[in-house]
């Protein structure tokens, strides 16, 4: 008796293979849009913690984008004193955030939008403002990775009545 598969069988199994080939390779994701989902992340996760720092420290808190050298920067003040960066917790260092670089490589901060600035500050109660004024409109950070027609921006968004932090497409983060 012999052993083998027919080509019926293998016929068969090249057509699943081919059927699960077409149906995941469109899902993988490159590694610019695995390192910008991770920085967007990383984004949102900042604001929420700025947010959660005002609040919970009583001090004004504000993050700070720099869209030139691809980088953002948490500080703090008492009243009207000087701003201050505060300490980052995962590292113990200055709250300060470098893109393009490392497991960021490749992205980029593109416009920043805070009612035309490029920070938003928390005050004491969470609600977020321009360093001086109330925001009026939506703020808004975009990173992108990729140059040219095959760029992938991906936005975060800061409600400004709230502070909810929001990723593109979703709702991300809330605090009453």
Same mark, same amino acid.
């Given at each position: 008796?012999?052993?083998?598969?027919?080509?019926?069988?293998?016929?068969?199994?090249?057509?699943?293979?081919?059927i699960l +080939?077409?149906?995941?390779?469109?899902?993988?994701?490159?590694?610019?849009?695995?390192?910008?989902?991770? +920085?967007?992340?990383?984004?949102?996760?900042?604001?929420?913690?700025?947010?959660?720092?005002?609040?919970?420290?009583?001090?004004?808190?504000?993050?700070?984008?720099?869209?030139?050298?691809?980088?953002?920067?948490?500080? =703090?003040?008492?009243?009207?004193?000087?701003?201050?960066?505060?300490?980052?917790? =995962?590292?113990?260092?200055?709250f300060a955030?470098?893109?393009?670089?490392?497991?960021?490589?490749?992205?980029?901060?593109?416009?920043?939008?805070?009612?035309?600035? =490029?920070?938003?500050?928390?005050?004491?109660?969470?609600?977020?403002?321009?360093?001086?004024?109330?925001?009026?409109?939506?703020?808004?950070?975009?990173?992108? +990775?990729?140059?040219?027609?095959?760029?992938?921006?991906? =936005?975060?968004?800061?409600?400004?009545?709230?502070?909810?932090?929001?990723?593109?497409?979703?709702?991300?983060?809330?605090?009453?």
């Amino acid at each position: 008796m012999k052993r083998g598969f027919t080509l019926i069988e293998l016929m068969v199994i090249a057509v699943v293979v081919v059927i699960l +080939a077409i149906v995941t390779i469109p899902r993988l994701m490159t590694i610019g849009e695995v390192r910008l989902h991770m +920085a967007v992340r990383k984004v949102a996760q900042d604001l929420r913690y700025a947010h959660e720092y005002a609040v919970i420290n009583n001090l004004d808190t504000k993050v700070s984008f720099n869209n030139t050298a691809n980088t953002y920067t948490v500080f =703090s003040r008492s009243g009207s004193g000087p701003w201050e960066v505060i300490e980052d917790p =995962s590292t113990g260092e200055n709250f300060a955030v470098q893109l393009n670089t490392g497991e960021y490589k490749g992205v980029t901060i593109g416009t920043i939008d805070f009612d035309g600035q =490029s920070e938003v500050a928390f005050d004491t109660m969470g609600i977020p403002h321009e360093p001086d004024d109330p925001m009026e409109w939506i703020g808004t950070v975009n990173l992108k +990775a990729g140059l040219g027609a095959g760029a992938r921006t991906s =936005s975060v968004f800061v409600d400004p009545d709230t502070g909810r932090v929001y990723l593109q497409g979703y709702y991300y983060y809330s605090f009453p």
